[in-house]
């Protein structure tokens, strides 16, 4: 094995695998080092209840395919990665026995709302017409590197006005959707939406950020095999491209050398030398606070950085059910839609549901009536179990740290927490119990920090969302271009711009700096449609105004 | 129908026989598809967080015998595709409950220092099998384990003329008892043999004409080695070699069909109903049944060949494994009289003599439980800090159990061991502990066990939980294995060749099986072996 590369890059989830795709095409010797054993960070799929039975760990709802870049660019469909939309996309049944669905379709999907509000139907097609039309410039503005300086981030600020509207940019979430929808449980379903995307609806000042997830409001969808097939065909394709990829790699050490990243120690002792840059794609404080020696850094950068808030509103627990046949919802029995509805909100009805959530976890509370966010995949995908049965995936918005008991309390109590969300579908669904119910898998925000320790505190936007933790801020305006203070050092995991989830922008947006720097961005394979136009027209903004 | 896609090969299967076998072929420029039903490829090969996130289990295999020897191991260069070994140097360790035992290790002297301690002429008579075995080994057995094997004559014709080949074909009509009995004196010696001969390589103590394995094992010919970051990182390292030689793999295909037309195989159908096109060959590299019964169709075939693969015979038993997480490692009171026993990578758990191993075995024939449970264990992690969270251990319990179980409630097997599977962990951890005293519940974060009816779930092939594929009896190895007519890898149907575990040598990651069809695919189709013949 050559042991010295022109970039190393460090973890390969899916945004070390697209900065490593980028640089493998621009012709570049890449090597990805993975803590693991598996790669694909949170694209893992596993049989954690019974053989046979696929479970998405991490991300089962993907928003942005089928514009995820590399999705494109590398013609992954190729190596056999398969979505689907479901029709009924995202839904909610209530207990009175009425339904709630948004379907892929506008139309129908303002139809069911309708039947709630006359009005909100309305408002709904208005800004999704608004949306449609902006939606390029969403993306544009996801897939490019923000803005830093404080002038650019006034033209950023004034960007986001002009596509949202200019009263958005001073308020929450929750106070955008209250002004224009008037029915309480057309409010709680847009929460949901925005709230699963994995902030904190509350914060101040992310209307903006919540608007642009309504974008894609009803493009939630499914990887066909499981959410680990797409790490699949990434790591296919890396290899196909000359790149190299290592599993059970750990980096101990950042290799600093006058100033410059020259190379990484694994912590099996043995040296990986890069002549042009190491990446990271994990957390800030593993890489300056573990990886690198205290003195290449600035201390008081070292304490910005100690600083970065980690797991809120993005902190889930997960249970995986292994099941006979799929949920039957009482409310199917005036709306049979729901039954065959994919991301489904059990009892967040009304937003005040979300907000007691919240609170309690804002006090280190387990919430004491579960409310899930939760998804049957085999109704679509019948290969991810056994011929006929069903698998059945719950997120439950949780606190890290259970009060004083702290995190290491989830190990005794993620049984009984798992089997409380199966007893809360249960209400709306009353074949969710019983025989029907084969095993259940609970999956702790302890044990996915243990698990992906990039994911502090349970986190999956690795750091949080917060207005000052967000594009030109993300995660510390410092580290916010995606260069480090180390020469030939950058960071490309979630905790970069855009944020976490399965949408690869941090990789792609470091991808776009590292081949400036490097002298290749003209080889890189930047095709990708609907928004490369947008992403060409923002960096075209951002230059001017240097 | 138009195919999905059209290949020159389609081998069915991703575990570690059909990925070398498409490996060798793709090297020689053909296009390959492998399509394997599971997500994951690598079969037996499967490294998982069973228990907890960041405590890695091998489910099925957890050590690899003959990375050594290997020819596909040099071939493909799995070493620098990643794949990384760690070679303990205590072998096997079996404490017993008297305060002593011994260990194996992969230092003679140190393996004769430890058995005279129970046995003088017991020491020496391993060192006499060993030395006198040795050669014979390397260069006649293990590199008939890397051939078609020849018809029985050949080899008779051949081993008769030397003396060792004299005694080798005398050891080969004895059973390993006796083998054992007539080497050994000591009980524990003659248990701790047989149980490195059960367990993880599925030859049972009375099983005629297999006698002649006594000496692979005591030549230590074979090395178990662990792979680092858990089995499956071999999986990761076949891959890579795979895909590196421009070779496609489809995780979740689901072969339903083998497509035949004027008694050639031509492609293959999807579950989802695609359909792939093989313009020169399909290799299934999975079980008997599902490739004839399933995917060939017995209708397909001469009568006489059909009887004849139905009663081809699966594994006389299957193993319940206990998956530990561990706050701290064993501690074995026998280490107090072995230092080397905490440290050892096998320990047999139990089989004191071979008689408790002949009561279990009772047992099993009769689908019960055995009342003794006695265990072949491992701590993977104290050899491999990585499979494990820093200050954490992982830990691994098997004990031989049949797969149909008489007088337990349930429809189904699986059923059946979902009511018997808390009380058999149970009574598994209580065995540990009569041996390591401190693994009570303050050091164990988790335990969670696989079922004989996991195992089969999870790989069809591995029918009844049977992980060899196939029982290793006289009439089913070698020449025979799984029948005369298909022991070269060839089938009835033209282009259609065999892979699996089901051809010799048998189950385990050996490699053989795949190594030997791609050997048989090139020689047919004349293909230039870029590599070097063993």
Known sequence: MNQTYDV???????NGLTLALYMAAAKLKVLVLERRHEFGGGLSTEEVTIPGYYHNLHSNFHGIMPFFPPYNDFNLARRGVRYILPEADIGMPLKDGRALILYSDDRRA????????????????????????????????????PAVSPRQRLFLEEEYGRIFGDDVLDHTAAEWVERHFENPHVRALLLYHMAICGFDVRLPRLAALGIGYLAYLTNWQL??????????????????????????????????????????VTVDGTEFRARDAVVSSVDPHQTFLDFLPREALDPTFRKKVEAIRYGHGDVLFGAHVALKEPPHHIA???????????????????????YEHYEEIDRGELPKRPRLNAGVNTLFDPSQAPHGRHTALIWQFAPFEIGERGGAAWDSLGDDYARACVDAWREYAPNMGGDNVLAVHPYTPYDIARKMVNMRRGGFHVAAISHDQAAENRPIPELSGFRAPVTGLYLCGASQHVHGGILSSPGYNCAQVLAEDLGVFDKLPFKSKPWWPAVERWREKMAKIE | MTATGTFDFIVIGAGHNGLIAASYLARTGASVLILERRLEAGGGLTTEEFTRGGFLHNLHSFFHDTIDVMPPFRDLKLADHGARYICPDVQVAVPLRDGRGYTIHNDAAATERSIARLSAADAAAYAEMRDGYREFMETIVVPGLYSAPPPPSHVTGALETSPEGADYLRLSRSTPADVVRATFENDA????????????????????????????????????????????????????????????????????????????????????GEWYEAKRAVISATGLRQTFKHFVGLDKLDPKLTRRLLNYKLDEFSLFGVHL?????????????????????????????????????????????????????????????????????TGLLWTPVPFHLDGVPGETDFDKWEHVKKDLLARCLATLRIYAPNMAS??????????????????????????????????????????????????????????????????????????????????DLGLTKWWEQS
């Not at chain 2, 009896?473 to 149907?493: A, G, K, M, N, V």
């Open chain 1, 223 to 264: 990887c066909v095999g499981g959410s680990h097939h797409l790490a699949h065909a990434m790591g296919g394709e890396l290899l196909a491209q000359g790149g190299e990829l290592l599993e059970s790699r750990g980096v101990k050490q950042i290799l600093v050398e006058s100033n410059r990243a020259v190379g990484v």
């Open chain 2, 189 to 272: 010696i003659r248990a701790g043999v047989l149980f490195q001969l059960a367990v993880p390589r599925g030859i049972l103590p009375d099983y005629a004409g297999l006698g002649m394995v006594v000496p692979l094992v005591v030549s230590q010919i074979e090395r178990s080695q662990v792979c680092v970051g858990g089995s499956h990182a071999l999986a990761h390292a076949l891959w890579r070699a795979f895909v590196s030689a421009g070779g496609v793999l489809r995780g979740m295909a689901e072969v339903t069909k083998i497509e035949i037309d004027d008694n050639r195989a031509r492609g293959v159908t999807l579950a989802n």
């Open chain 2, 325 to 393: 997480a561990l706050r701290e490692p064993p501690r074995f009171s026998a280490a107090a009289f072995d230092p080397d026993i905490d440290r050892a990578l096998k320990l047999d758990l139990g089989f004191e003599t071979p008689a408790d191993f002949a009561d279990a075995l009772a047992a099993i024939r009769k689908r019960r439980i055995p009342d003794h449970t006695a265990l072949y264990a491992a701590f993977p992690s104290l050899h491999d800090p990585s499979q494990a969270p820093p200050g954490f251990h």
């Open chain 1, 332 to 354: 199917s029995a005036g709306h049979p839609d729901i039954d065959r509805t994919w991301n489904l909100n059990i009892g967040y009805e009304t937003p005040e549901d979300l």
């Open chain 1, 8 to 14: 190393i890059v460090i973890g390969g989830g899916h």
């Open chain 1, 110 to 145: 303002a139809d069911s709302i309708a039947a709630f509000s006359e009005r909100d139907a309305e408002e709904f097609l208005e800004v999704r017409r608004r949306l449609a039309f902006h939606s390029a410039e969403v993306l544009g503005g996801a897939f490019s590197p």
């Open chain 2, 442 to 523: 303050d050091a164990i974060l988790s335990a969670r066990a696989l079922t004989p009816a996991d195992i089969s779930l999870k790989f069809p092939n591995m029918c009844r939980g049977g992980v060899f594929m196939g029982r290793l009896s006289q009439d089913q190895i070698e020449f025979f294995r799984p029948l005369p007519e298909l022991s070269q890898h060839r089938t009835p149907i033209d282009a259609l060749y065999l892979a699996g575990s089901f051809c010799h040598p048998g189950g385990g990651i050996t490699g053989a099986p795949g190594y030997i069809a791609a050997q048989v695919v090139a020689d």
